[in-house]
């Protein structure tokens, strides 16, 4: 395995040599602004590097709860939650979401994450392929009996980059009787939508209520960053 010795950038040190970096999905190269790395270092000396307990223990701070509250307005939500990587999002809303679902249909192309996601989950899984909404209504149509049924894809394909028809999924859903959609906006948020909002944003549609699972890591709007 290759070892990168300097901080990701256009360039970067990978096993002692100079080299093009094309490996990272941080479109806004925020990783190497200078605002970012101070405010970082200023909330380390203020908080430090974590709170040594859980935040349902004594590690709630004003700092999580500025952040959570801040996506929350700029996506029209009521609350928000935070975690520590993209990665953990899927997996922990699988997690709370363990007995709610019966049926949990998956693009076959989904990340990695979500894939995890449902494999720790106790409901039947079923995959439908990639940006097909005709054939996810096929493979609902084959589980008639179940009764809540959840649909994940990315929004955005972190390989192909091509965009998920939420509105599709959405009308599906509706016609098989109803269930839930659960999007890794990962690749969205930022990117897509007038304001910036995401794969939803882009779709200009929300009326079934889905769920969406962001991260700040690869691009961000300004003001939330701000």
Known sequence: MPFMSSPPGTEVQVDGKNVLYFAG?????????????????AAVRKYGVHPA???????????????????????????ALYFAAGYAGPCLLM??????????AVDESVHL????AVDQHGAMVVRFRHLDPQHL??????????TRVAVLCDGVSPVLGDIAPANDYLNVLE?????????????GVGVLGKNGR???????????????????SNASPRETLD
């Open 25 to 41: 999905t941080a479109y806004f190269a925020l990783q190497g602004d200078p605002r970012v790395i101070e405010a970082a270092c």
């Open 95 to 104: 997690q709370a979401a363990e007995h709610r679902y019966d049926l949990i």
């Open 175 to 187: 016609r098989m009787g109803g269930g839930i959609l659960v999007i890794d906006d990962a690749h």
């Open 198 to 216: 995401g794969t939803l944003e882009y779709a200009a549609d929300t009326s079934g209520r889905p769920i969406a699972v962001n991260t700040y």
């Open 53 to 79: 307990t859980s935040r349902s223990g004594f590690g709630e701070t004003s700092l999580l709860r500025s952040v959570e509250q801040s996506a929350a307005r700029f996506f029209g939500v009521d609350d």
């Open 137 to 146: 209504e096929e493979v609902l149509a084959q589980h008639r009996t179940a």
């Open 113 to 116: 994450a979500s894939q995890d």
